[in-house]
């Protein structure tokens, strides 16, 4: 974790108590944290050393500066992830450990998509703060036609192997818009999630009118550089299963994340068990009090479709009304897989992912296409940039949800559709029969 810090010593004593090293530790990984200084005058230095941090002065100026300068310390001492981290307590700590286990599954950068806590003394000025970031992220997704849905974030993380290969030049506070843009634009792997956005703790850095000049500037820079194309594939994460391969995995993690989901329930064919226990542990790894259940699935007692539709809550286990989100993974039969993709239901914004799992799902006509219950969306959509600018601006969970899940949609002919009948309780209908859903 690299905290880049100029006088920050109030608000660093609380970002570093806020880091879940315990947490960490239990989901396989071994935290370092290293505070780059940019020569504080004030107790920012003596804060950090007393925690128990690795201090170490910058040798510039300038946030951008302090931020190559941490990774490229992480990277010679052998840390296969840099994580960087606002150090005046904006971000929580709890959202280090998803943004490493989807390192860990094979994205190259994951960066958090900041939803800001509600602060009735400040509405006017976060109001503000928020339609600025919306138009940079709008500029931003509008120049490089890439689903940049936070641009400015101060919280991310990246594979320190192929940070030297993105050339970041930035000195101050638009390197994240020239990382983010960059990576884009060079075909890695980017996976965003949802996080909270707090008050900072001490006396803000940014100068509104002048560094956002700047980061418009390195928009327009970057957003246009020239694409390298995919990146190198990745040796598969240990403890993976050979029936689902890793990306497929991963981009069921990366939905599950970009859905900030609490609640969820995996439902396994024959043959899925091991999938859908890694699966589930990866989840419960990444996120403290998140509730997985895994339920065996009855094609006879329940619709071919999946489980999005008629999911009884009881057998959920989810007595108390909660409506999760539902993942279904396909069976596995001496001839092939019987549905070579996993089925996601997501009650908040009424609508049905179908993952890949496999090349069978190139020419596979499934069975959402016929049903009249379900409108498609579109394969692998791309969040346009008024939905961005909107789910920055706006308070509606569901745009917001709709955005990160557009955005983390994977390659490969991903389809999403939306549920045209809603349930009394806002899930997915279940009245209509069997042959029609």
């Given at each position: 974790?690299?905290?880049?810090?100029?006088?920050?010593?109030?608000?660093?004593?609380?970002?570093?108590?806020?880091?879940p090293?315990?947490?960490l530790?239990?989901?396989?990984?071994?935290?370092?944290?290293?505070?780059?200084?940019?020569?504080?005058t004030d107790?920012?230095?003596?804060v950090?050393?007393?925690?128990?941090?690795?201090?170490?002065?910058?040798?510039?100026?300038?946030?951008?500066?302090?931020?190559?300068?941490?990774?490229?310390?992480?990277?010679?001492?052998?840390?296969?992830?840099?994580?960087?981290?606002?150090?005046?307590?904006?971000?929580?700590?709890?959202a280090?450990?998803?943004l490493?286990?989807?390192?860990?599954?094979?994205?190259?950068?994951?960066?958090?998509?900041?939803?800001?806590?509600?602060?009735?003394?400040?509405?006017?000025?976060?109001?503000?703060?928020?339609?600025?970031?919306?138009?940079?992220?709008?500029?931003?997704?509008?120049?490089?036609?890439?689903?940049?849905?936070?641009v400015?974030?101060?919280?991310?993380g990246?594979?320190?192997?192929?940070?030297?290969?993105l050339?970041?030049?930035?000195?101050?506070?638009?390197?994240?818009?020239?990382?983010f843009?960059?990576?884009?634009?060079?075909?890695?792997?980017?996976?965003?999630?949802?996080?909270?956005?707090?008050?900072?703790?001490?006396?803000?850095?940014?100068?509104?009118?002048?560094d956002?000049?700047?980061?418009?500037?390195?928009?327009?820079?970057?957003a246009?550089?020239?694409?390298?194309?995919?990146?190198?594939?990745?040796?598969?994460?240990?403890?993976?299963?050979?029936?689902?391969?890793?990306?497929?995995?991963?981009?069921?993690?990366?939905?599950?994340?970009?859905t900030?989901?609490?609640?969820?329930?995996?439902f396994?064919?024959?043959?899925?068990?091991?999938?859908?226990?890694?699966?589930?542990?990866?989840?419960?790894?990444?996120?403290?009090?998140?509730e997985?259940?895994?339920?065996?699935?009855?094609?006879?007692?329940?619709?071919?479709?999946?489980?999005?539709?008629?999911?009884?809550?009881?057998?959920?286990?989810?007595?108390?009304?909660?409506?999760?989100?539902?993942?279904?993974?396909?069976?596995?039969?001496?001839?092939?897989?019987?549905?070579?993709?996993?089925?996601?239901?997501?009650?908040?914004?009424?609508?049905?992912?179908?993952?890949?799992?496999?090349?069978?799902?190139?020419?596979?006509?499934?069975?959402?296409?016929?049903?009249?219950?379900?409108?498609?969306?579109?394969?692998?959509?791309?969040?346009?940039?008024?939905?961005?600018?909107?789910?920055?601006?706006?308070?509606?969970?569901?745009?917001?949800?709709?955005?990160?899940?557009?955005?983390?949609?994977?390659?490969g002919?991903?389809?999403?559709?939306?549920?045209?009948?809603?349930?009394?309780g806002?899930?997915?209908?279940?009245?209509?029969?069997?042959?029609?859903?």
């Amino acid at each position: 974790m690299i905290l880049p810090t100029l006088n920050e010593e109030q608000g660093l004593l609380k970002t570093l108590e806020d880091i879940p090293l315990e947490h960490l530790r239990e989901a396989g990984f071994d935290p370092q944290v290293l505070v780059v200084d940019g020569h504080s005058t004030d107790g920012t230095q003596e804060v950090g050393r007393s925690w128990g941090a690795r201090v170490i002065s910058q040798t510039s100026r300038g946030k951008g500066a302090a931020t190559r300068e941490g990774i490229e310390f992480a990277r010679s001492h052998g840390a296969k992830y840099a994580v960087v981290m606002d150090a005046d307590y904006t971000y929580p700590g709890s959202a280090i450990v998803p943004l490493l286990t989807l390192l860990e599954a094979g994205s190259d950068l994951v960066v958090g998509v900041r939803r800001p806590e509600f602060n009735p003394f400040g509405v006017a000025r976060n109001l503000i703060h928020r339609v600025g970031d919306g138009l940079l992220n709008y500029t931003a997704a509008q120049l490089s036609r890439c689903p940049v849905l936070d641009v400015c974030s101060g919280l991310w993380g990246v594979r320190t192997a192929i940070f030297p290969g993105l050339k970041v030049i930035s000195d101050g506070f638009e390197i994240e818009a020239e990382v983010f843009l960059k990576s884009f634009r060079s075909g890695l792997r980017v996976s965003q999630i949802p996080i909270a956005y707090r008050a900072r703790v001490g006396t803000a850095k940014l100068r509104a009118v002048r560094d956002g000049a700047r980061i418009l500037l390195t928009i327009i820079r970057n957003a246009r550089s020239p694409s390298r194309g995919p990146a190198p594939p990745h040796p598969s994460p240990g403890g993976v299963p050979s029936l689902v391969n890793a990306q497929a995995l991963q981009n069921l993690q990366a939905l599950c994340f970009a859905t900030d989901a609490k609640e969820l329930v995996i439902f396994s064919h024959q043959g899925r068990e091991v999938e859908a226990q890694e699966l589930a542990r990866r989840l419960r790894a990444a996120r403290v009090g998140v509730e997985v259940i895994i339920s065996s699935f009855d094609s006879v007692a329940q619709s071919v479709f999946g489980a999005p539709s008629p999911l009884p809550l009881g057998q959920a286990g989810l007595d108390d009304g909660r409506v999760p989100i539902v993942v279904t993974l396909p069976s596995v039969t001496p001839g092939g897989e019987a549905f070579p993709a996993a089925i996601v239901g997501l009650p908040k914004t009424q609508r049905v992912v179908y993952v890949p799992l496999g090349p069978m799902f190139t020419g596979h006509v499934d069975p959402f296409s016929r049903s009249g219950a379900y409108r498609l969306e579109g394969s692998r959509p791309r969040p346009s940039s008024l939905s961005i600018l909107s789910s920055a601006i706006s308070s509606s969970v569901r745009s917001k949800e709709l955005a990160l899940l557009a955005a983390n949609a994977p390659a490969g002919g991903v389809r999403i559709y939306r549920s045209l009948e809603v349930g009394p309780g806002g899930g997915f209908s279940s009245d209509r029969p069997r042959a029609q859903r």
